[in-house]
Nanobody
Framework: QVQLVESGGGLVQPGGSLRLSCVAS????????MGWFRQGPGKQRELVAV???????HYSDTVKGRFIISRDNAKNTVYLQMNSLKPEDTAVYYC?????????WGQGTQVTVSS
């Protein structure tokens, strides 16, 4: 059974930072492309960042230069370091694993950027 568990969300002031974590189980983590998505209030879910098995990374234009996606294969964990947060970054953030032609989602973690 595949499980993805996100953590690290919360309330932060504009300009602040947060680090999200996603721990995966039930897959060979080093063989999975890992990504972060988000869904803001009244918006569709969108890609934030993705890191492939050979460390190719892609960021959406809205977070490029502020967010960093990293992975630790020994810990089966993918991270999203979020810096210079803006109110428009407020969303539920989801972790996704692309593994053996299947996609698996975590339950999401809320990030709220507000003063």
């Amino acid at each position: 059974q595949v499980q993805l568990v996100e953590s690290g969300g919360g309330l932060v002031q504009p300009g602040g930072s947060l680090r999200l974590s996603c721990v995966a189980s039930g897959i060979i983590f080093s063989s999975a492309t890992m990504g972060w998505f988000r869904q803001g209030p009244g918006k569709q879910r969108e890609l934030v960042a993705v890191r492939s098995t050979d460390d190719i990374v892609h960021y959406s234009d809205t977070v490029k230069g502020r967010f960093i996606i990293s992975r630790d294969n020994a810990k089966n964990t993918v991270y999203l370091q979020m810096n210079s947060l803006k109110p428009e970054d407020t969303a539920v953030y989801y972790c996704k694993a692309a593994y053996k032609t299947n996609g698996y989602w975590g339950q999401g973690t809320q990030v709220t950027v507000s003063s």
